[in-house]
């Protein structure tokens, strides 16, 4: 499968705005809590400017009891579609997980952490997401398609939504701007080249289990 989105910046009062909307004229979904860290090429943290070397993209994620794995394939700096892959487990395994992608040669993450509320409206899968490390909020819109000669019409259909939403596509080096602002701040760095994995759990662990 591959994955198609497109991204709009929200302000706090267009957040709430498109809350009611998608209630009033969508399919509700569910609303949850969800912390992520994402493996980062770089020790200094900065966002390369193309992944063609390294198309992966690689975050463990939890939602209280449930967590998972999840790799992406692709250019996520571009509008390509991307393959997606995940795998299952519980958060109390959350920790062994970090340890395995160290193992694995993986030394530099990101945290993030978010409340999120999800809807169907017209075929769409619609997230909007409040992040707790940024006064922005984010929409994203998402389709999945078999294959990749599916994702440019995919992409058209997303974009003729956001046109009739009367939103604005985040283009791709304002949305890498702002994820590069989160990652230069030392709070949600994890570098297991000199950073106790032990100690940093400690630190994030209400947030992992999403008790926070």
Known sequence: MFEVEKRVFLTPEKLEEL??????????HET????????????????????????????VRSTGDDSKLTVKYGNWHNDQGRQE???LFKTKDFKEAINMLRLMGLKYFIATYIERYAYNYKGFEITLDKYFTSDRSIME??????????????????????????????????????VQEMNLDKKVQLNLEKDSLD??????????????
């Open 19 to 28: 809350k009611k909307f998608f209630a009033a004229n969508g399919k509700f």
């Open 32 to 59: 949850f809590k969800r912390f992520t860290i994402v493996s980062i090429d770089r020790s200094d943290f900065k966002i390369a400017q193309s992944t063609k070397d390294n198309p992966l993209d690689i975050r």
């Open 85 to 87: 892959s995940e795998l």
């Open 141 to 178: 819109i998402e389709l999945m398609v078999e294959k990749q000669e599916g994702t440019s019409e995919a992409e058209k259909r997303i974009r003729e939504l956001i046109s009739e939403l009367k939103l604005e596509e985040v283009n791709r080096d304002d949305f890498v701007n702002w």
């Open 199 to 212: 100690e940093w759990y400690s630190r994030w662990e209400e947030y992992i289990w999403c008790r926070k």
